[in-house]
């Protein structure tokens, strides 16, 4: 049995997919197009997306490392600044504690020579007992009255000269 050209499935089957596709093909067409384009216009709008967030992310970056350069620029300021100032107190330190020194050395020096002239005038006052005790002695013993009345004269006659001699001083 011999079919021919007509009763081959084959042949069917190329003209119901060729039917199919005169038929429904327009319109499958135009819904993968559709599904297509809008499958790519969801990708454009996360791609814009994408971009505006790292053009958004690059203008923060640069504000942050504006921000970082900043701060680094006013610590280092601030770090010149701490070291003037302790260089200042240092320097002010040590002028304070020149000076507390030099006072310190002037007053023992000023008491040292208030003690050495207190020692001098005590030294003069026991000298001048000794002197007048001994003078005393001296002149209860040996003076006669001749020679206690020509002592005396002569004293007198020295006392103006002793006297200018102590003003003068």
């Known amino acids: ?4 050209f ?3 499935p084959r042949v069917w089957v190329a003209i119901a997919f060729v039917v199919f596709f005169v038929l429904f093909g327009k319109r ?3 819904a993968i197009a559709e599904l297509l384009d809008g499958r790519a216009n ?3 709008a996360e791609l814009e ?3 505006r967030l790292r053009r958004e992310a690059e203008e923060m970056l640069r504000e942050a490392r504006l921000r970082r350069d900043r701060a680094l620029e006013e610590a280092q300021q601030m770090i010149a600044g701490a070291h003037a ?3 200042r107190l240092a320097a002010s330190a040590a002028q304070e504690a020149e000076a507390a020194a030099k006072r310190r050395e002037q007053m023992a020096l000023d008491r040292i020579a208030a003690a050495e002239k207190a020692a001098v005038d005590q030294v003069r006052l026991t000298a001048a007992d000794v ?3 001994a003078a005393r002695q001296v002149i209860a013993e040996g003076l006669s009255p001749d020679a206690d009345a020509a002592l005396i004269d ?7 000269a002793a006297l200018s001699g102590r003003r003068a001083a």
Request: zero cysteines.
């Open 1 to 4: 049995m011999e079919t021919g």
């Open 6 to 8: 007509w009763g081959e």
């Open 28 to 30: 499958l067409w135009k």
């Open 42 to 44: 969801a990708v454009r």
């Open 49 to 51: 997306e994408a971009a």
């Open 85 to 87: 100032e302790a260089e």
């Open 131 to 133: 002197a007048t005790v």
């Open 154 to 160: 002569h004293s007198i006659r020295a006392l103006p």
